[in-house]
């Protein structure tokens, strides 16, 4: 399942798309457990789960994905296809999660299956496709920080705040992005 930590390896991109997916993770597991004690909102759970991932979605569609393409060998492309198809099953349930009028069985299903479908993908993710280019630190820390300025844009969209979210940007992130600013000057 999870795992424990971060791997102190990851480029920037990669550490901010793995810290995204034990963010789901465990935002999964929050809804599994209001669902056993039937207490708390599982319906603003739930909403807060699909903006996450409709911020995480974009932000692979938009810069990471194409960033692969022009990166991964041809050979490994089909992995790029899979994992869109993959992104569209799971906007469809979350289509349907934002337009359930009231929580009940089949809205605890929808999000089950989009749990499923998040797990099964994540899977894929960090352990066929990370691997294939996380050589390429230099490059993948640069769009490391592009990720990050587009997170935070999607995440003001979508009125999604980082409170109490130590994932908001790795802290190696930090780091190189005070290193590397232009304009700013070191102390």
Same mark, same amino acid.
């Given at each position: 399942m999870a795992r424990s930590g971060k791997s102190p390896a990851l480029p920037l991109a990669l550490e901010?798309?793995?810290?995204d997916h034990r963010k789901v993770e465990a935002l999964f597991?929050?809804?599994?457990?209001?669902?056993?004690?039937?207490s708390g909102s599982r319906d603003a759970l739930a909403e807060r789960i699909c903006k996450e991932l409709t911020v995480h979605t974009r932000l692979e569609e938009e810069l990471f994905y194409p960033?692969?393409?022009?990166? =991964?060998?041809?050979? *490994?492309?089909?992995? %790029? #296809?899979e994992a869109l198809v993959e992104h569209a099953s799971a906007k469809d349930l979350i289509a349907q999660i934002?337009?359930?009028?009231?929580?009940?069985?089949?809205?605890?299903?929808?999000?089950k299956v989009l749990g499923e479908?998040?797990?099964?993908?994540?899977?894929?993710?960090?352990?066929e496709?990370?691997? =294939?280019?996380?050589? *390429?630190?230099?490059? %993948? #820390?640069?769009?490391?920080?592009?990720?990050?300025?587009?997170?935070?844009e999607l995440m003001q969209e979508l009125d999604l705040s980082d409170e109490g979210d130590t994932t908001a940007m790795p802290?190696?992130?930090?780091?190189?992005?005070s290193r590397?600013?232009?304009?700013?000057?070191?102390?």
């Amino acid at each position: 399942m999870a795992r424990s930590g971060k791997s102190p390896a990851l480029p920037l991109a990669l550490e901010l798309l793995a810290s995204d997916h034990r963010k789901v993770e465990a935002l999964f597991e929050r809804y599994e457990q209001e669902k056993e004690d039937e207490s708390g909102s599982r319906d603003a759970l739930a909403e807060r789960i699909c903006k996450e991932l409709t911020v995480h979605t974009r932000l692979e569609e938009e810069l990471f994905y194409p960033w692969l393409r022009e990166n =991964l060998d041809a050979d *490994d492309t089909d992995l %790029l #296809d899979e994992a869109l198809v993959e992104h569209a099953s799971a906007k469809d349930l979350i289509a349907q999660i934002e337009g359930s009028r009231e929580v009940d069985e089949t809205y605890d299903a929808r999000v089950k299956v989009l749990g499923e479908y998040v797990h099964h993908h994540v899977q894929e993710e960090e352990n066929e496709i990370f691997p =294939l280019v996380s050589g *390429d630190e230099p490059q %993948l #820390d640069e769009l490391g920080q592009e990720m990050h300025a587009r997170k935070a844009e999607l995440m003001q969209e979508l009125d999604l705040s980082d409170e109490g979210d130590t994932t908001a940007m790795p802290m190696r992130g930090r780091r190189s992005e005070s290193r590397g600013s232009a304009g700013r000057s070191a102390h």
